[in-house]
């Protein structure tokens, strides 16, 4: 999975809104949304940031790992129960 559909799914996960992701990261929502399509990448210390919004590890967000952080899943799991 991408870096974007990964972003997509901790956003739907912890069910923010890109204007508020944006607001946290200090960026436009217009960029969040380009994160989300895909369309670019958020630089470093974004990306750092981003980790850190989400509580997910570089590993996670980049694809090299699949571990998904116990916040994250448990919030996963409330949707569905």
Not at 7 to 28: N, Y
Not at 30 to 54: I, M
């Amino acid at each position: 999975m991408d870096m974007s559909k990964k972003l997509v799914e901790l956003r739907d996960i912890f069910d923010v809104t890109d204007a508020q992701i944006g607001k946290a990261l200090g960026v436009a929502e217009f960029f969040v949304c380009k994160w989300h399509n895909g369309e670019s990448t958020p630089d470093l210390a974004r990306f750092t940031q981003l980790c850190r919004y989400y509580g997910v590890s570089a590993d996670y967000l980049l694809g090299i790992s699949t571990y998904l952080p116990f916040d994250a899943r448990q919030r996963l799991l409330n949707r569905y129960t």
